[in-house]
């Protein structure tokens, strides 16, 4: 059973750091790539980042590039998103997603979502 379970969001201020993590199974960690995206009320579901499936490989949206980092350890089966300098637009809920492709922009998987909430 294939399970993606997100956590570490939560209420930030506006300058401030978050490190979401992304726990997953089920699947062959070096068999699949990691992204995150988020959503916000009324809009559609949009990319954050990713990560190729060894981990040596990543890309990001223009609007968190320089601000985010993406990165996953397949011995831990885990990958994570560190959120810098964050701004109130970077509130969201956040997921996780795995995809056998990438870069992709369909995934075969997906997480429950964590909330983040950017104060400013």
């Known amino acids: 059973q294939v399970q993606l379970v997100e956590s570490g969001g939560g209420l930030v201020q506006a300058g401030g750091s978050l490190r979401l993590s992304c726990a997953f199974s089920g699947f062959t960690a070096n068999r699949y790539a990691v992204y995150w995206l988020r959503q916000t009320p009324g809009k559609e579901r949009e990319f954050v980042a990713g990560?190729?499936?060894?981990?040596?490989?990543?890309y990001y949206d223009g609007s968190v590039k320089d601000r985010f980092t993406i990165s996953k350890d397949n011995a831990r089966n885990t990958a994570w998103l560190q959120m810098n300098s964050l701004k109130s637009e970077d509130t969201a809920v956040y997921y996780c997603?795995?995809?056998?492709?990438?870069?992709?922009?369909?995934?075969?998987?997906w997480g429950q979502g964590t909330q983040v909430t950017v104060s400013s």
């Open positions: 990560v190729s499936r060894s981990g040596s490989f990543t």
């Open positions: 997603a795995a995809s056998p492709q990438y870069p992709s922009t369909s995934y075969d998987y």
